[in-house]
């Protein structure tokens, strides 16, 4: 049983950065395609990004996170990683991370059906 665990939510300033970490016990994440989704207040759940499998994967981000969120592996500690920063207070949301066996059909990373795996999320708070 794969279970995703993230870590890393808090609270931040405008501006500040966040690192969150999904792990999941027991499994090698490098085997999984990674996905971070993020659902805020009275919203859907939307994609952030995803890392696909293997050492060399490829990653892909919403337009909103471009060029603030990286995704990366951590192999010595067998986790995904998603480094937030020039946080604004709409990235306030839970971050959930999900996973699954098969990279996404035809690069359709932004959907949740794409992964088997989800974790229970953690909080985001963005605010002075």
């Known amino acids: 049983q794969v279970q995703p665990v993230e870590s890393g939510g808090g609270l931040v300033q405008p501006g500040g950065s966040l690192r969150l970490s999904c792990a999941a016990p027991?499994?090698?994440?490098?085997?999984?395609?990674i996905g971070w989704f993020r659902q805020a207040p009275g919203k859907e759940r939307e994609a952030v990004s995803c890392?696909?499998?293997?050492?060399?994967?490829?990653?892909y981000y919403s337009d909103a996170v471009k060029g603030r969120f990286t995704i990366h592996r951590d192999g010595a500690k067998n986790t995904v990683d998603l480094q937030m920063n020039s946080l604004k207070p709409e990235d306030t949301a839970v971050y959930y991370c999900a996973a699954d066996r098969f990279d996404p059909y035809l690069n359709r990373w932004f959907l949740e059906i794409s992964y088997e795996y989800w974790g229970q999320g953690t909080q985001v708070t963005v605010s002075s």
């Open positions: 890392i696909t499998s293997g050492d060399d994967g490829s990653t």
């Open positions: 027991g499994v090698s994440l490098g085997y999984y395609a």
